[in-house]
T-cell receptor, first 112, second 115 residues
Framework: QKEVEQNSGPLSVPEGAIASLNCTYS??????FFWYRQYSGKSPELIMF????GDKEDGRFTAQLNKASQYVSLLIRDSQPSDSATYLC????????????FGRGTSLIVHP | DARVTQTPRDKVTEMGQEVTMRCQPI?????VFWYRQTMKQGLELLAY????????DSGMPKDRFSAEMPDATLATLKIQPSEPRDSAVYFC?????????????FGPGTRLTVL
């Protein structure tokens, strides 16, 4: 059974700080890793994906992947109240179907 | 502005009634997913289609749920009979292919309440 684990939170950070969200996965053969943001009452939307070890940066967001340790993280620099949402980690494994497995999400609260 | 659409957005029904949810994937996307989201279980995959063929519906209770794609522009999820434990938000998502890095685009969801 493939598992994706996230701390449910809430993670509370002050405005302007760095928010660090973590995700671990059980399938060592996993190929692709996605971070989705979901505002309350809305649908998930993709922020970033990463498939190579190391860091990938996009504006204030950085995804970090460590396949040996089987974790992926999302850093949000200069956090804003508008970043307050639930962040879902999704992992795609090997094999032809590439069906993603979602974690249950981490709730982030950025307070002014 | 291409997006996944879902109808209805909200549905309140009584236990035992049939519920049908509809999804229009983004034009040209050949992969469609149905998810159910609850506070307790998070986002659960119910069914998955590629080129209109069902490839995985192992997450779906077979006795009451059914999913179909009558054509490339319509996916349906039906619950008959509905039960209070089916209350959840149901999301449809589409993707251009099932490839490694292709993201899923989610619809706005159908919030189902079964009384």
């Amino acid at each position: 059974q493939k598992e994706v684990e996230q701390n449910s939170g809430p993670l509370s950070v002050p405005e302007g700080a760095i928010a660090s969200l973590n995700c671990t996965y059980s399938d060592r053969g996993s190929q692709s890793f996605f971070w989705y943001r979901q505002y309350s009452g809305k649908s998930p939307e993709l922020i970033m994906f990463i498939y190579s070890n190391g860091d990938k940066e996009d504006g204030r967001f950085t995804a970090q992947l460590n396949k040996a340790s089987q974790y992926v993280s999302l850093l949000i620099r200069d956090s804003q109240p508008s970043d307050s949402a639930t962040y879902l980690c999704a992992v795609k494994g090997a094999g032809g179907s590439y069906i993603p497995t979602f974690g249950r999400g981490t709730s982030l609260i950025v307070h002014p | 502005d291409a997006r996944v659409t879902q109808t209805p957005r909200d549905k309140v029904t009584e236990m035992g009634q049939e519920v049908t949810m509809r999804c229009q994937p983004i034009l040209g996307h050949n992969t469609v997913f149905w998810y159910r989201q609850t506070m307790k279980q998070g986002l659960e995959l119910l069914a998955y289609f590629r080129n209109r063929a069902p490839l995985d519906d192992s997450g779906m209770p077979k006795d009451r749920f059914s999913a179909e794609m009558p054509d490339a522009t319509l996916a349906t999820l039906k619950i008959q009979p509905s039960e209070p434990r089916d209350s959840a938000v149901y999301f449809c998502a589409s993707a251009p292919t099932s490839g490694r890095n292709n993201e899923q685009f989610f619809g706005p969801g159908t919030r189902l309440t079964v009384l």
